[in-house]
């Protein structure tokens, strides 16, 4: 049986933490709550809701433009980080075996992107990237080449330039990621590798790379969760008039068009539907890289 001194030394820590709770209940679990039984509902406002079971999660199988939104999801995602991962493991490998004592100013420099402001970033962006007036056209006039039609055309570049700021924005991150795993492996295995007369290549691909595998699972975990969520650069980016998400709507994305439904169009059970197809996804392909890591043959 507890003592009196132990119950109220208990419950005075119970009431601190109860706030957080409280919280947490409101505003963290009761919508993930909601909004699950909300995708199998159909409501458009409160108190019009009327359950419809599975019919939302169907209907995504029928919907052209969810799939064109996954698809260009997906596109994007694979590129960006085929850029994204290995430039950042190169960059981080550089800092920590070249540049040395300077590191630190070259982390901050590469992570600057990811704290500056969506909206900021989007819009000067709009600005290098604009037909007539922006700075890359220009550039390429003077090269002797024709502007791009970032926006127009047949919607072919709205990928390219979305792609451009999805790396510009995150390999710095992933540079502070891998670099803070490089500087966690163990000296003693290069002193090692060094008397045994390993090349810099060996020690590269049986020492580092092996040593990283851990890193490089979390950055890709990571960046996959932020990427299929990627909702804030399209929407700025992509005149708000015309077709949704561009012209061919290149560039709508998963996220863009959870909101388009939800919030234009007011269907609300289909936004939280879309919106847990997404939680599915993700938790699916982590499991995927996981295990895949967690491999032998790597």
């Not at 005075?12 to 039984?37: D, Q």
């Not at 803070?180 to 295995?189: T, V, Y």
């Amino acid at each position: 049986m507890a003592s009196p001194f132990r119950v109220q030394k208990l419950t005075v820590a119970y009431l601190f933490i109860f706030p957080f709770f409280l919280l947490f209940a409101i505003f963290g679990a009761f919508p993930i709550i909601y909004s699950f039984i909300l995708s199998f509902c159909q409501s458009k406002g409160v108190g019009k809701i009327q359950f419809i079971g599975v019919i939302n999660y169907l209907n995504l199988f029928q919907d052209n433009l969810f799939w064109k939104a996954l698809w260009n999801t997906a596109v994007i995602w694979t590129v960006s980080h085929a850029l994204i991962l290995p430039g950042a493991f190169v960059l981080a490998y550089i800092l920590d075996g070249v540049i040395g004592k300077g590191s630190r100013l070259f982390q901050t420099i590469f992570f600057t992107p990811m704290v500056t402001s969506s909206v900021a970033v989007a819009l000067v962006f709009m600005t290098l990237f604009a037909e007539r007036f922006g700075l890359i056209n220009y550039i390429i006039r003077l090269l002797g080449g024709n502007p791009i039609s970032w926006y127009g055309g047949t919607g072919f570049w709205i990928k390219p330039m979305i792609i451009i700021l999805f790396t510009w924005k995150w390999i710095g991150w992933n540079i502070v990621i891998y670099f803070s795993g490089l500087q966690g492996i163990d000296q003693e295995l290069y002193d090692c590798a060094h008397v045994e007369g390993a090349s810099k290549g060996k020690v590269l691909f049986f020492i580092t790379i092996p040593m990283m595998k851990p890193i490089i699972l979390f950055s890709l975990i990571l960046s996959f969760i932020g990427g299929i969520q990627i909702f804030d650069e399209p929407y700025i980016l992509l005149p708000w008039t015309g077709p949704l998400g561009g012209t061919n709507y290149a560039g709508l994305v998963l996220a863009r068009y959870l909101h388009f439904r939800a919030f234009s169009r007011w269907h609300f059970g289909y936004g939280a539907a879309i919106a847990y197809f997404i939680v599915f996804l993700i938790a699916l392909l982590s499991a995927l890289n996981t295990r895949l890591f967690r491999s032998e043959k790597l």
